[in-house]
């Protein structure tokens, strides 16, 4: 059963600390998407690649976020540092590249608190 | 740009009754998909069901269909023979298709179903 799983489930940290929030795209698929939802601003997208290149990342603070494929198994979020308006729920979904009819599979998100 | 409204906050539904979530989109984009996702009090993200622009027909996958009303730019949900376990929010999403595949969420609506 084919599945995005990202790591960790949950996170608490406290501010100024970097975060690392990693994602394992399910084999074969060639986008990446990393969503950020909370209860004020909903699902909002933070950054898309496509074959490993970033496509757009223009939804992410560029200051303080980076968002990377070392390879087309991993995908990386990366805060520093992180802010306490950064909790939330972090979503990694992956598609096959299908244009129009692009079904993104959806990870279980990691639940970011920053104290 | 792209968007997708969810004029539903929530909805309080008789088990058994059938259920009609609103979506309405708008785009510039003469292609395009249509999604919904469930997402349930633990936290992940369901795809439910797709409709492309161009399909002539409704889609339906089991009990959820989408009413598709191109001039009318909507696409309601819509789930026969509700279940307790239908409970959760339910977004609706858009794509399109011209090299730039992002997916664009509504705000969501939080369905109920009452014993």
């Known amino acids: 059963d084919a599945r995005v799983t990202q790591t960790p489930r949950h996170k608490v940290t406290e501010m100024g600390q970097e975060v690392t929030m990693r994602c394992q795209p399910i084999?074969?698929?060639?986008?990446v998407f990393w969503y950020r939802q909370t209860m004020m601003q909903g699902l909002e997208l933070l950054a898309y690649f496509r074959n490993r290149a970033p496509l757009d990342d223009s939804g992410m603070p560029k200051d303080r976020f980076s968002a990377e494929m070392p390879d087309a198994t991993l995908a990386t979020l990366k805060i520093q540092p992180s802010e306490p308006r950064d909790s939330a729920v972090y979503f990694c979904?992956?598609?096959?590249?299908?244009?129009?009819?692009?079904?993104?599979?959806f990870g279980s998100g990691t639940q970011l608190s920053v104290l | 740009a792209q968007k997708i409204t969810q004029t539903q906050p929530g909805m309080f539904v008789q088990e058994k009754e059938a259920v009609t979530l609103d979506c309405t989109y708008d785009t510039s984009d003469p292609s395009y998909g249509l999604f919904w996702y469930k997402q349930p009090s633990s936290g992940e993200m369901i795809f439910l069901i797709y409709q492309g622009s161009y399909d002539q027909q409704n889609a339906t996958e089991g009990r959820y269909s989408l009413n598709f009303q191109k001039a009318r730019k909507s696409a309601n949900l819509v789930i026969s023979a509700s279940q307790l376990g239908d409970s959760a929010m339910y977004f609706c999403?858009?794509?399109?298709?011209?090299?730039?595949?992002?997916?664009?969420f509504g705000t969501g609506t939080r369905l109920t179903i009452i014993p």
């Open positions: 084999l074969g698929h060639n986008t």
């Open positions: 999403a858009i794509i399109s298709n011209f090299g730039n595949e992002k997916l664009t």
């Open positions: 979904a992956s598609g096959a590249g299908g244009g129009e009819d692009e079904k993104l599979f």
